[in-house]
């Protein structure tokens, strides 16, 4: 069976602050991006060669503002308990906002940042249950 390729896509406000900080603060690279394509510009973030990236965009044709809810999380398994605190130390460094999570599961071995635009993502200082 192919294992297929997880593309998430958000709309955010501004795609020069969200590269810059998703890029510092997960140590992600820029795998692409485009600008002009039928009204969008966007950018594609991530690790090469993971199975997963992020894809950022803006709309001038049709604006659709960033919509999160505290239950929209981008969660990363990080077992290993300095490359947690280091990890969360850069997600601090590249300007994201500490905050307690909307669901107590991910206070007990996790951290919650939230980007400018209010979207969520875990750092759980754990193993993946799968």
């Excluded at 192919?2 to 890029?23: N, Q």
Aim: charged letters at 15%.
């Amino acid at each position: 069976m192919h294992i297929p390729h997880l593309r998430i896509a958000r709309p955010v406000s501004s795609l020069a602050l969200s590269k810059a900080m998703y890029c510092e603060g997960l140590n992600f690279q820029v795998l692409g991006g485009f600008s002009g394509h039928d009204g969008f510009d966007g950018v594609m973030l991530g690790l090469p060669g993971a199975a997963y990236h992020l894809e950022f965009i803006v709309s001038h044709q049709h604006p659709a503002p960033p919509t999160p809810t505290v239950e929209d999380l981008l969660v990363f398994y990080l077992p290993d308990h300095a490359e947690w605190e280091a990890a969360c130390a850069c997600m601090r460094a590249a300007g994201f906002a500490q905050a307690p999570s909307a669901n107590p599961y991910w206070e007990v071995k996790g951290v919650t940042f939230v980007d400018h635009d209010g979207y969520r993502t875990v750092l759980q200082n754990a193993k993946s249950p799968v």
